[in-house]
């Protein structure tokens, strides 16, 4: 058999595409080239299929080898093409001799040089892909298995080396499956929580937050508590279900962070705290190569910029697209992918540069003109996006001295949000309050016709935007909700109002 193909795939975003791996042995010039639009780590590819196919008993072929990875028109990157291509090139050569190769298999898995297979990235979203398109199985590194484990109803086929492989295509000789780590308890983040001392106004914003998937601002003077807080909120958080940890999963596995180590039932709900020094791509993602950003790692998490202003306003604008879709649409020249980034954002902020302004205790150095220049850091567009807005006051020592525990008070708020959550996700078609759509508003978010006269009279007085009225509206719910109350009653509008207005000038 001069030619040989065997079918594979490329992540896209956090989809696929199918790609075809054909292999042509012909007598001529010894030589190996890989066509089809490859990525350097493609290209690679010949030097470790090579050594692979040496070290695994095989013998290269002195042959003129033409490797073409189909469609052409598509860019294609990734060590997983190592495995199909070095089994293609056996079954060319006639080194495994069958007469047909198995097209309801998909195959994936990087090479090491001494023929054993290596871990990849995106594996989960083959995986998903492959059983949405019709595959029956797909045989993929041993290192990847409890991965791919989270998609039911396809036979997964663990291999740990190109032996294996040919084994599974000679004799359909299933390897032994890895047993799937025991499951461990997901990372309890209550210290953080419980280290909070006063804060009441801070701690019921950040549990309304939290039940609703709302943004929050907190400004205050430094040491006011307000990092510890937001660092709280992952205390607060219910454990991901299983379709969200599915696209935690997917994200983190594309981008590289997947820790294979940890069992994947451990995965919590992601907090991503990035410098305020991080890069424009660092944050929305893309590059050269697209890869998710900061905002698609904390899908289904939080995404925690302290010090706000301090981040460049490329990176701040950037968040535009994302908190009002959930989304993010990374466009380069040769490529435009879509990642998840459906995050509750936490910001911190001081009030000016030295971060004392109004404080009764220290004096602020900054002048008018320095402070009015530090709050434009931050643009309107970007203010009306955010839900809740908290001004954190520096705690007298007197509260310090006298530590309390609120530990029983922890398990009674995580029931609270859980319930809530629950609610919303019953009522709402499975989106929290903070996601309820414009069209979905006016039926979801009843007012009593006393708190409707009131939100209309705090409107007209403070200049509400349309986007400023569903945003209250949102966290209203989220409060009636944690209250047990079917509508928006006066109380749930007055508490929702003074996170709206209550920003200093």
């Known amino acids: 058999m001069a030619l040989a193909k065997i079918r594979s795939a490329v992540v896209s975003g956090i989809s ?11 007598s001529g010039l010894p030589g190996f080239i890989i066509v089809g639009l490859a990525d350097k780590a493609v290209e690679e590819s010949r030097e470790r299929v090579r050594s692979a196919i040496k070290h695994s008993g095989f013998s290269f072929p002195l042959s003129r080898i033409t490797v073409h990875l189909a469609p ?29 190769l198995p097209t309801n298999a998909l195959f994936l898995g990087g090479l090491s040089l001494d023929g054993r297979t290596q871990a990849i990235n995106g594996t989960l979203v083959l995986v998903e892909w492959a059983r949405n398109n019709g595959f029956d ?68 914003a950040a549990v309304i937050s ?73 944050i929305v993602g893309g590059g050269t190569h697209p890869r998710p950003g900061e905002i698609s790692l904390a899908h289904h998490g939080v995404l925690f910029l302290d010090e706000l202003p301090e981040f460049n306003r490329l990176v701040t604008e950037s968040l535009r697209q994302p908190l009002e879709d959930a989304e993010i649409n990374v466009a380069r020249v040769n490529e435009s992918v879509r990642y998840p980034a459906n995050f509750m954002l936490v910001a911190t902020m001081n009030p000016c540069p030295c971060g004392w302004f109004g404080s009764a205790t220290h004096e602020c150095i900054c002048s008018a003109h320095a402070i009015s220049q530090y709050r434009k850091k931050i643009s309107g567009p970007i203010m009306d996006r955010i839900d809740i807005y908290l001004n954190v006051p520096a705690l007298p020592i007197a509260k310090l001295q006298n530590p309390e525990s609120h530990s029983k008070e922890l398990q009674t708020l995580r029931q609270l949000i859980a319930q809530a959550q629950d609610l919303a996700r019953q009522r709402n078609g499975k989106v929290l309050n903070g996601r309820i759509s414009p069209a979905s508003i006016s039926k979801i978010c009843q007012t009593d016709p006393a708190a409707a006269k009131l939100i209309e009279q705090a409107g007209d007085k403070f200049g509400l935007t349309g986007r400023g009225y569903h945003k209250l509206l949102r966290v209203a719910r989220t409060i009636a909700d944690l209250n047990h109350h079917e509508n928006i009653g006066v109380s749930e509008a007055a508490e929702a109002l003074q996170y709206r207005f209550n920003r200093a000038s």
């Open 137 to 204: 199985r797909v045989v993929l590194p041993s290192e990847n298995y409890e991965e791919s484990l989270l998609v039911e109803g396809i036979d997964l086929v663990p291999v740990s080396s190109l032996n294996e492989v040919a084994e599974l295509i000679l004799h359909d000789t299933l390897p032994p499956k890895p047993t799937p780590s025991l499951r461990h308890a997901e990372e309890d983040h209550s210290t953080d929580w419980l280290q909070i001392q006063g804060q009441e106004k801070a701690k019921r």
């Open 72 to 100: 052409s028109e598509k860019k294609k990157s990734g060590v997983h093409f190592d495995l199909p291509i070095a089994l293609a090139i056996l079954v060319a050569d006639g080194q495994l001799k069958t007469k047909t």
């Open 16 to 26: 696929a595409t199918a790609v075809e791996v054909e292999v042509d042995v012909a």
């Open 210 to 282: 939290a039940a609703g998937g709302h943004n929050l601002l907190m400004e205050g003077p430094p040491g006011a508590g307000k990092t510890l807080i937001a660092r709280g909120i992952r205390a607060l958080l219910p454990a991901l279900n299983r379709d969200e940890k599915i696209e935690v999963v997917k994200v983190h596995s594309v981008a590289g962070e997947l820790d294979r180590s940890a069992p994947v039932d451990s995965i919590g709900r992601p907090f991503r705290s990035p410098h305020h020094t991080a890069s424009h791509i660092s």
